[in-house]
Nanobody, 116 residues
Framework: QVQLSESGGGLVQPGGSLKLSCTAT??????MGWYRQAPGKERELVAT???????NYGNFVKGRFTISADNRKNTAYLQMDSLEPEDSAVYYC????????????WGQGTQVTVSS
């Protein structure tokens, strides 16, 4: 069973930056990334990256966030800049693999709060 370990959430002022990390026990032929969920809202895509380096971002990101990965460390990073109060949410790491063995696994979530 693939396991995830997240880190990097916290409190930051508007306009500030945070970097999230997510480490998987294995990152091969799969897609890893973050989704977020604010109170009363549905979970939405933030950014994903494949083990081959292809990236995808949510529409709201608008160049403010950058996802990257270090395959040797089985770790994906989400650099978040120009944070806004609307970015406050629980950020969940996810890893999924479409080919056998298939899996779709979520981390426990890390809180990001943007407030002055």
């Amino acid at each position: 069973q693939v396991q995830l370990s997240e880190s990097g959430g916290g409190l930051v002022q508007p306009g500030g930056s945070l970097k999230l990390s997510c480490t998987a026990t294995i990152f091969s032929a799969s897609t890893m990334g973050w989704y977020r969920q604010a109170p009363g809202k549905e979970r939405e895509l933030v950014a994903t990256i494949t083990s081959g380096g292809l990236t995808n971002y949510g529409n709201f990101v608008k160049g403010r966030f950058t996802i990257s990965a270090d395959n040797r460390k089985n770790t994906a990073y989400l650099q978040m800049d120009s944070l806004e109060p609307e970015d406050s949410a629980v950020y969940y790491c996810n890893i999924r693999r479409a080919m056998t063995p298939r899996y779709n696994i979520w981390g426990q979530g890390t809180q990001v709060t943007v407030s002055s």
